[in-house]
């Protein structure tokens, strides 16, 4: 079930990133768009391809998922950190 979970919250981080790309999205009066958070959306990108990743494979039943599993976690509360000290600024 968790993996299902990383799967949709992976194609939710890549459509949030589709629609900052096309329409800047004000999150606390900052834009979320490419050159204001071009970092920040590249690693949402990377992180949210790990998360698809890692589900992709533990459908296929490869052990790699559930070790690779904690680390992207871990990966996406780091941005997430990132975004909030973007934000404090």
């Known amino acids: ?3 299902k979970v990383l799967a949709l ?3 939710i981080n890549l459509f949030f990133i589709v629609v900052a790309l096309i329409s800047p999205i004000s999150l606390a009066g900052h ?3 490419w050159p204001q958070a ?3 959306i590249l ?3 990377l992180v949210a391809l790990a998360m698809l990743y890692v589900a992709r494979q ?4 490869a052990d790699i998922a559930d070790k690779a599993y904690p680390a992207v976690v871990v990966a996406y509360v780091l941005w997430l950190c990132m975004v909030w000290r973007w934000l404090g600024q």
Do not use: E, P, S
């Not at 533990?58 to 039943?61: D, I, L, N, S, T």
């Open 1 to 3: 079930m968790r993996f």
């Open 43 to 45: 690693i949402q990108g």
């Open 58 to 61: 533990k459908f296929a039943g």
């Open 31 to 33: 834009d979320y768009a």
């Open 9 to 11: 919250f992976g194609f």
């Open 38 to 40: 071009a970092v920040l």
